[in-house]
């Protein structure tokens, strides 16, 4: 049984969830972008992760970050998530001709990949840089971007060897970034969301209908995380929308929590019914946005073990280029069939 099980369960006048945005939610929760097991298999960006979690896992640590020291007064999420939303500033400004560059470093356990049928526990690791077109889709333009994706070295479960499998994936590709049809990514559409905290609510409950009836804070981090993952929320927007998370109930605080590079910081999020906590890390001196991550917090829920990292990022840099690297555009990515987002 699963979250959208649960609610269905709860409420059965209410129409159940298809696969569809299951598979959404999941892949929202789950990094999309991830990597197909083989590259000798079609890939796509839109990956459906499940959240069952197998009885067995233990808990990987990243080597720290150094972090200066500091002492900080015990704060609240919502306080946290106030003083982010404060200290939001405009790191670039992109012209229309020119790309946003965004790279990051993400962890996932495997055996969650959905095509994976042996279940074998080992941390999957890869760096990805992409280049998001700043400027409208012109007429005739089928990409978006492009996504660079390397394939690292990966983590291993305490006690548990590495498959040599798990090494085959290492390597770089480079493939078009082509977003669906009412995808939220796009730099254009991004810019002019709103930026008050009535409006950005409004934006996210949006996000989920017709389907969910009611904004719960679960499904409100998922649509938060989807507008600031792997592309630029300006600040104005970005502001509003920790405002509009700070003002749902059930948010709470884990201020020793690390990204996926190693880099401490607090965590604020949310448990969702099947025992997982998903939370976005923010710096503890700036509170710039760092990462986030989900870890097992209800062992008997989740039937993992309390402390399992489930999967992590790491936000490292945004910039912007004039160019980006040239990619081949295949008819699969011109008929939308291949496509990031929604």
């Given amino acids: 049984m699963n979250e959208f099980d649960l609610i ?11 696969p ?15 990597p197909r097991r083989s590259w000798r298999r079609p890939y796509t960006f839109a990956v459906a992760g499940g959240l069952a979690l197998a009885v ?22 919502a306080e946290v998530l106030h003083r982010a939303a404060k200290a939001a500033v405009d790191e670039i400004e992109p012209r229309e001709d020119q790309y946003i560059v965004v790279k990051t470093l993400q962890t ?38 492009v996504r660079e994706q390397t394939v690292i070295e990966p983590l291993a479960y305490a006690g548990q060897p590495i498959p040599k499998s798990a090494y085959e994936d290492m390597g770089t590709r480079v493939d078009p970034i082509v977003y669906c049809k009412n995808a ?6 991004i810019k002019r969301l709103p930026t008050d905290v009535e409006g950005m609510r409004a934006h ?16 409100a981090f998922l649509a938060a995380r989807e507008l600031l993952w792997q592309t630029y929320l300006p600040a104005a927007q970005r502001s509003a929308l ?34 997982v906590r998903w939370e976005l890390i923010f710096d503890r001196d700036t509170y710039a946005l760092l990462g986030d991550r989900s870890v097992v917090v209800d062992a008997k829920a989740a039937k993992a073990p309390a402390g399992t990292l489930v999967a992590a990022t790491a936000q490292l840099e945004i910039s912007v280029a004039d160019s980006a690297p040239k990619v081949k555009i295949d008819d699969k990515f011109k008929s939308g069939r291949w496509c990031t987002g929604t």
């Fill in 108 to 145: 996932t356990d495997y055996s969650l990949v959905p095509y994976d049928r042996s279940r074998k526990h080992y941390y999957l690791r890869f760096k990805d840089t992409v280049w998001l077109r700043a400027g409208e889709r012109q007429r005739g333009q089928f990409v978006d971007g």
């Fill in 184 to 189: 939220e990514k796009d730099y254009p559409t």
């Fill in 56 to 77: 067995g896992l233990v808990m990987v640590k990243v080597p720290p970050a150094p972090n200066p020291p500091h002492e900080m007064k015990l704060l609240s999420a």
């Fill in 20 to 34: 569809g945005v299951k598979a959404l939610a999941r892949d929202r929760l789950l990094m999309a972008g991830r």
């Fill in 8 to 18: 269905n369960e709860a409420r059965p006048e209410v129409a159940p969830y298809d």
């Fill in 204 to 219: 996210l409950d949006a996000m989920w209908k017709p389907k969910a009836k009611k904004l719960t804070p679960f499904l």
């Fill in 242 to 275: 920790y405002q509009a998370l700070s003002t749902f109930p059930g948010i709470t605080i884990d201020e020793e929590v690390q990204d996926a590079a190693g880099r401490k910081g607090i965590g604020v999020g949310f448990v969702s019914p099947d025992g």
